[in-house]
């Protein structure tokens, strides 16, 4: 990456069925995907970690042969660990996580530290413990979602020092072009309202690696309306020498990919960024 295209660009996932034809080649077997995803994304989200846990020692392994060097994985901590037992006597476990990455250890960016609705000051001395024992060489990314975290008082000050002190990035979570209009006749648009936080978004990067989850509409008008104020965030970041990751979602994730596409463009010019590859279904599809 040039000093100016220094973004990582994804998805919240790679295994998707839905993004056949258009991503992935339309009868193109699970097998391929990862490489498929990889030749025009350069960053993913991993939430598959965050529901099952510790991958098998093959599953990474068979992640390493497929990932190029400067792809970055960006895997969620399970949320046994964040959500079951709100980080409380979780050394053995997270240092297990850890050691079951090892052969990505090179190609990890922040993983994500994900917690509870309701995971408030009063448990951040167990934040404080995890981020601790993070080992170096793999970066953090936190994402909070408890209301006192958004009020700029003394849980907002008292959590972002803590960042700060650990070189910890903190989420930024976007949601607010998900929560622009109301779900009427949209049952896609309800279910992700219903199930994505309406947190305030404050932006500010805590660490070295800002990262920021953008929650999109089904309207891409709208999507491209609330994502412009971050081009220019985006450009200040990498110029202070910092390494955005940029993960974009949309309601139901059916056409992520587009939209992540689309926004590209949006900052191509003005970050610098090199061409995206085609699709391998798109591409497909015009040779017939």
Known sequence: MTRMSRLYLGLPMWANSEWCGSLYPPYGGQESWLADYAQVFSAVEGNTTFYSGAPRPETVAA????????????????????????????????DAFIDSLAPLHDRLGPLLVQLPRNFGLVELPRLEALLARW?????CAVEVRHPE??????????????????????????????????????????????EKPRCPL????????????????LDESI???????????????????????????TANNR??????????????????????????????????
């Not at 080992?135 to 970066?139: I, S």
Request: with cysteine; glycine share 6%; net charge positive.
């Open 63 to 94: 992640w390493a042969r497929l990932a190029p060097p400067n792809f970055r994985f960006c895997f969620k901590l399970p949320a046994s660990l964040t959500h079951e037992r709100r980080l409380q006597s979780v050394e053995a476990d997270f």
């Open 135 to 139: 080992p170096q060489g793999v970066a």
């Open 149 to 194: 975290f958004f009020h700029k008082g003394t849980a907002e000050v008292a959590l972002n020092r803590l960042l700060i002190t650990h070189g910890a990035n903190r989420v930024m979570l976007d949601v607010r072009a998900l929560f622009s209009t109301s779900a009427t006749g949209s049952p896609a648009l309800a279910h992700a309202q219903n």
């Open 202 to 217: 404050h932006v500010l990067s805590t660490g070295e690696q800002p990262l920021i989850r953008f929650i999109g509409h």
């Open 223 to 249: 999507n491209l309306d609330y994502f412009q104020p971050w081009v220019k965030q985006l450009k200040l970041w990498i110029k202070q020498g910092k390494t955005p990751f940029l993960f974009v979602h």
């Open 255 to 288: 056409y992520a990919p587009q939209l992540a596409k689309r926004i590209h463009q949006v900052l191509a010019d003005e970050l610098g960024l090199p061409p995206l590859n085609e699709f391998a279904g798109e591409y497909q599809s015009q040779l017939f």
